[in-house]
């Protein structure tokens, strides 16, 4: 059975810090793409930032590139968003994602995901 489970979600004032963790269980890890996707209140949910099986590529939505980084430690199974310069738009529920995607390809496709945590709230005071 795989199991995602994201922690450390908060409040954090706007302008401050936040790291997420994603735990991954029940699936061969390192075969995994690795996506953050984020969905705020009355919101569509919108991908955030996807990092590849190794760990070399990253991508980043337009709204949080040079903000956010993503990494993931496989000898863990766990993948960490994290978050600076936080704004009040990046108030959201926060999920991780994991999806057998690989190459050149475009990671923000929430279809092409297998697997979803339960998610993280993550809420940002101006």
């Known amino acids: 059975q795989v199991q995602l489970v994201e922690s450390g979600g908060g409040l954090v004032q706007a302008g401050g810090s936040l790291t997420l963790s994603c735990a991954a269980s029940?699936?061969?890890?390192?075969?995994?793409?690795m996506g953050w996707f984020r969905q705020g209140p009355g919101k569509e949910r919108d991908f955030v930032a996807a990092i590849s099986r190794s760990g070399v590529t990253t991508q980043f939505a337009r709204s949080v590139k040079g903000r956010f980084n993503i990494s993931r430690v496989n000898t863990k199974n766990t993948v960490y968003l994290q978050m600076n310069s936080l704004k009040f738009e990046d108030t959201a529920v926060y999920y991780c994602?994991?999806?057998?995607?690989?190459?050149?390809?475009?990671?923000?496709?929430?279809?092409?995901?297998?697997?979803w945590g339960q998610g993280t709230q993550v809420t940002v005071s101006s």
């Open positions: 994602a994991a999806g057998p995607l690989c190459g050149s390809h475009y990671y923000g496709v929430d279809d092409e995901y297998d697997y």
């Open positions: 029940g699936l061969t890890f390192s075969d995994y793409a």
